[in-house]
């Protein structure tokens, strides 16, 4: 029976299965023709238009066949014909298997081997993303397709669904500000978003056999918007999220000779409301250094009354180090800074106050070291993939492309062989996930840009452009190697702000 | 007489509108049933509910043996149903229709499909959608009958056809014994009156009778006042719903 109703599908809807596919292609030749410096004029532009062009596809493909036979209404043919709803529903999901995830399987592969990825490597991969497609995209659309009738009413519940989302968030907002989602844009935020996207299979799941075994439409869609409240309210508590990275990374104890504390040697500076406290850091190794994901202030009086509690206000992990590029190795004193809002600080009192820092760091560990040309170079690697650098104005451009899991830091220096060298340019995309493939395209993309010249004139660097051909670049990939929390307590007298110049030219109070 | 069909105190609502308020039918098997009422009397409901597309309030319904909330796949086997609101698949074409359909019942018998294509002039190359309506419910029809259904289902097969093609559906396919039972939904009363041979009347969601038609006629003689026992089905019908609502209202 399965095989009778996909063909059915396939007479109807082969066209746009046929449309959904050259999308898939064209996507895949733009990403190919980009290469690793967007060099093709066309592909750039391309690029854009497919991305949106192929979600699109896909949604209107599965909602196309699943309402091909709708489940909401009672005058349909299909509930009267001896068709039994687990086949029905089986034959709509391999109708979705084999006109979308075996081409982009087919295409993702292709494009990885012509990068000179392995090919059993490859195909593990695309067949792992496309379990994430089927997982997070075709079955959530397939489960609103199923309570509605056509694709019209589809778009209404699902920016119906995107209304009581705005409100979930702005609520939130309003209540709870910044702490409403204590993983969000940060390193560990897969983790929520693991969590959504379970929930989100979860309510799918329900709603595909709410319709297709009890036919339970008004429940259903109930069901949805439940969904998005839950996803929206349902918030992963961040030391939760940070045990459940350690526990991931199988870091326990990787930092225990790391100590950190109040530098009582440097005095606290306070610069237009950010106040930076001076740290001592010791027990990183030399191919190491420390990444704060998050730091929590609290400024308590003596008598235990908290005057101010507050996190770091960059999301996202940074690199813990020096102010001014002057010890960026980890080691060493390091500045803490925590802005305060105006309001509170210009109420502080001048009297000595406690500070508590409850900092969330992770230690990242070098996995590997490569050399590569400057200019026209390449290296491959299973830590790194491929990577190849290219000159540029006033810059050497390094990028990267890997399947699966890239580095999470890349530390590079531009080296001439008499022994010069430019300052080390460190990049990281402070994500933490384990390999979650992005859902259209299986290869990661990454690079950074090391500067051989400044053109205001202002940096001399002792590798510029007329040295870089015969330069070359030093590459070091980072891994996090353990994950770890310091509690810091110390007793300080807040200093009093002193003026910001860069502020239209007036001092900050 | 065995019956195909037993509903008993059958409840359907809607809010606070009730479409059915307690229905008690019998269907005999091997009759032509007319289920006869103005339109909301709740036929189409009944019909429903008996098919298992919508579920009842109250009270039980059995098909084939079988109860309604629990018709699957196996008693769809024997059960065919024509509607006039029937959602055909409008892009397939006839051909393909029948090509799709075939596989899905044990009983289909090709050769039957054949006289029925060929008997009603069914385009094998247009798509639904582009077929009247009058050519929709011969195609419904046609794929109603081809796989021998003990029980087939209609509901209003009449609304909207011409004169001469009721008078074809009725003559070639619909009269002949095929050895299947077959209720009816119409209120169409002239048709109903050339083919059934049991009748139930509903309105409101109420049973007013339920018999033979000849039973019927002795009724409306003994109870609607001495009428002519020749009496069409359409006076009678009349009758009988002018004097329950009267009722009703006193």
């Known amino acids: 029976m399965i095989a009778h109703v996909l063909r059915k599908d396939w007479i109807l809807l082969w066209p746009l299965a046929v449309l959904v596919t050259a999308i898939q292609v064209g996507y895949e030749w733009t990403n190919y023709k980009l290469g690793f410096f967007t060099a093709h004029p066309v592909a750039g532009q391309l690029l854009q238009l497919m991305t949106g062009a192929w979600l699109v596809a896909i949604v209107v493909l599965s909602a196309a066949v699943v309402q091909e036979d709708t489940i909401p209404g009672v005058d349909q043919d299909w509930l009267i014909r001896p068709v039994p709803r687990t086949q029905l529903l089986m034959a709509k999901l391999l109708f979705l298997l084999l006109t979308i995830c075996v081409p982009m399987l087919l295409v993702n592969v292709a494009d990885a081997l012509a990068l000179g990825f392995p090919a059993g ?77 379970l929930g989100v299979l979860a ?20 069901v949805a918007f439940a969904g998005v409240v839950v996803v929206v309210c349902l918030q992963i508590p961040w030391n939760v999220a940070f045990g459940i990275q350690s526990w991931v990374t199988g870091s326990h104890g990787g930092a225990a000779s790391v100590s950190i504390d109040v530098d009582t040697g440097a005095a606290p500076r306070n610069t237009g409301g950010v106040v930076t406290v001076p740290l001592k850091i010791s027990g990183v190794a030399e191919d190491e250094f420390l990444m704060a994901d998050r730091a929590r202030f609290t ?47 210009s109420h502080l009192p001048a009297a000595q106050v406690q500070l508590g820092i409850d900092y969330s760091l992770t230690v990242m560990g070098r996995t590997a070291e490569f050399k590569l040309r400057a200019v026209d170079g390449e290296v491959r690697s299973p830590a790194l993939g491929v990577c190849q650098s290219r000159s540029s104005t006033n810059v050497v451009l390094l990028r990267c492309k890997q399947i699966g899991q890239a580095p999470v830091c890349y530390r590079a220096t531009l080296i001439v062989p008499e022994g010069r ?52 670049i030093r590459l070091e990939v980072y891994q996090p190697r353990a994950h770890f929390q310091r509690q810091i307590q110390h007793r300080l007298t807040l200093p009093s702000p002193t003026p910001t110049p860069h502020r239209d030219g007036k001092a900050a109070s | 007489m065995t019956d195909v069909i037993e509903i008993r105190q059958l409840v359907k609502r809607y809010g606070e509108f009730g479409a059915l308020r307690g229905l008690d039918l019998s269907i005999p098997a091997g009759s032509v049933f007319a289920l006869v009422g103005a339109s909301g009397a709740g036929k189409t409901t009944t019909l429903k509910i008996l098919l298992n597309i919508i ?18 796949p196996s008693v769809l086997q ?53 077929l009247s309506h009058g050519m929709r419910l011969k195609l419904a029809l046609a794929c109603a009958l081809a796989f021998r259904p003990q029980l087939l289902i209609l509901d209003e097969p009449f609304s909207g056809l011409d004169a001469l093609t009721r008078d074809e559906m009725i003559r070639e396919f619909l009269r002949e014994p095929r050895k299947m039972s077959i209720l009816i939904s ?65």
Request: aromatic share 8%; with cysteine.
């Open chain 1, 299 to 345: 400024i308590k009086t003596d008598a235990g009354k908290i005057l101010y509690r507050g996190t770091n206000s960059y999301r996202g992990s940074a690199p813990l180090t020096a102010d001014r590029g002057e010890a960026d190795s980890g080691v060493g004193t390091v500045l803490a800074s925590m802005e305060l809002p105006r309001s509170i600080y």
């Open chain 1, 203 to 222: 309510g799918a799941i329900v709603i595909l056999c709410l319709q297709y075994y009890r036919r339970r439409t008004q429940l259903s869609r109930g």
């Open chain 1, 421 to 472: 060298h430019n300052p080390e340019v460190l990049e990281c995309s402070a994500d933490y996930r384990p390999y979650i493939p992005p859902p259209a395209n299986m290869i990661a993309f990454s690079g950074l840009q090391l500067p051989t010249a400044d053109s205001a004139g202002l940096a001399h660097y002792p590798v510029d452009p007329s040295s870089v051909n015969e330069a070359y």
């Open chain 2, 78 to 130: 024997q059960v065919g149903y024509v509607s006039e609101n029937q959602v055909l698949p409008v892009r397939l074409r006839v051909q393909q229709f029948f090509d799709y359909l075939r596989p899905c019942y044990h009983s289909w018998d090709e050769a039957l499909e054949r006289d029925l294509r060929s008997q009603l002039r069914l385009p094998p190359r247009r798509r639904i959608g582009e």
């Open chain 2, 186 to 250: 119409s209120h169409e009363l002239d048709e109903v009156e050339r083919l059934a041979t049991h009748v139930a009347f509903l309105d409101e969601g109420r049973l007013l009778f339920q018999g033979a038609l000849t039973d019927l006629r002795e009724h409306a003689r003994t109870n609607l006042g001495g009428g002519n026992p020749s009496s069409s089905l359409r006076a009678i019908f009349v009758a009988m719903v002018t004097a329950a609502r009267q009722a009703v209202a006193a």
């Open chain 2, 55 to 72: 579920e009842p309030t109250g009270g039980t319904a059995r098909v084939l043996g079988v109860d309604s909330r629990r018709i699957g």
């Open chain 1, 121 to 197: 490597a490859s195909i593990g991969l695309a067949l792992y993303k496309e379990s994430y497609v089927v997982l997070c995209l075709i079955l959530p659309v397939m489960a609103l397709a199923s309570a509605t009738r056509n694709l019209v009413e589809l778009l209404v519940l699902m920016a119906a669904m995107v209304v009581v989302y705005a409100a979930c968030l702005w609520v939130g907002g309003a209540f709870f500000g910044a702490d409403r989602c204590p993983t969000c844009d940060t390193a560990i935020s897969w983790i929520q978003h693991l969590l959504q996207h």
